[in-house]
């Protein structure tokens, strides 16, 4: 028995060390990839980011930070397959996958709520009628949680704003619709409430143009003219990054010049 045990702890040396060495070396190798991968996701490469995510959680599926950064990625990703819907909903399910497992892990945290509000309301508006009234009014539970844990946490406050405006907008058919599934939760949602969250959404992070343009468009909608025009000019003026933003922009620029 000690000459097995012997030769066990000379192979565990020779291989890089005993169990708990190894066991503190897999886990130094798992947070400098976390820290390349954020490196990378600060730099706008999503896709890249994304795939040492996703090596971080190959080594510990449990991985908390992996499987929330994990989940708001393919989100984005997923967003820009405009006509290829096989691949988006393919991303958008594995995004729902690592957010409920994250949420499984910690069910209090902002991201965590984050991203299961993020990767529902997602998978929601690329399904048919019936499916995106259920993943909507689900959305709302999560981002409530999600704010209560932070409540200036962008992202959340950006999605509850979008939330309201649907809500707000439905047509005809959809508010019946969701007064039989769900009661009357779309006759408490206004546009000057989807304003409200996207303003918030700007204060908490004043460099993203998606914030400003959506709040844009909600003033649009409700024919602030004044506020529309001051909401694009400060989106306009902002610094870009990526292709989306500059589309962003464009967009910004063509509804400015409409009266």
């Known amino acids: 028995m000690r000459r097995l045990f012997k030769i066990f702890l000379i192979v565990s040396i020779l291989c890089g060390g005993t169990p708990a060495a190894m066991a503190g070396a897999s886990f130094s190798g798992n947070e400098q990839l976390l820290q390349q991968a954020k490196q990378l996701l600060n730099r706008y ?76 309301s997602a998978e929601a508006m690329a399904s048919g009628a019936k499916n995106r009234l259920v993943g909507i009014n689900e959305v709302k539970t999560f981002l409530d949680a999600a704010l209560a844990s932070d409540d200036q946490h962008a ?17 005809l058919i959809e508010k019946v619709a969701s007064k039989m599934l769900f009661g009357g939760v779309c006759d408490e949602a206004t546009n000057s409430q989807a304003a409200i969250a996207l303003e918030k959404a700007v204060a908490y ?55």
Request: charged letters at 30%.
């Open 45 to 120: 490469k999503d896709s890249e980011a994304l795939l040492l995510y996703e090596q971080v959680l190959a080594a510990a599926p449990d991985n908390y930070e992996a499987l929330c950064k994990a989940s708001m990625l393919h989100c984005r990703i997923g967003e820009r397959y405009s006509t290829d819907e096989t691949s988006k909903m393919q991303h958008f399910s594995k995004a729902k996958s690592y957010a409920q497992k994250a949420y499984e892990i910690d069910h209090v945290d902002a991201e965590s709520n984050f991203v299961m509000a993020l990767s529902i």
């Open 155 to 171: 992202g959340a406050w950006h999605i509850m704003g979008r939330w309201y405006f649907k809500m707000a907008n439905l047509n």
């Open 205 to 259: 992070d004043p460099d993203n143009i998606r914030y400003y343009y959506d709040l844009a468009c909600i003033y649009d909608e409700m024919k602030d003219t004044a506020a529309r025009n001051t909401t694009l000019e400060k989106a306009i003026s902002l610094t870009y990054e990526t292709k989306e933003e500059l589309e962003l922009s464009r967009r910004c620029k063509i509804m400015l010049q409409e009266k």
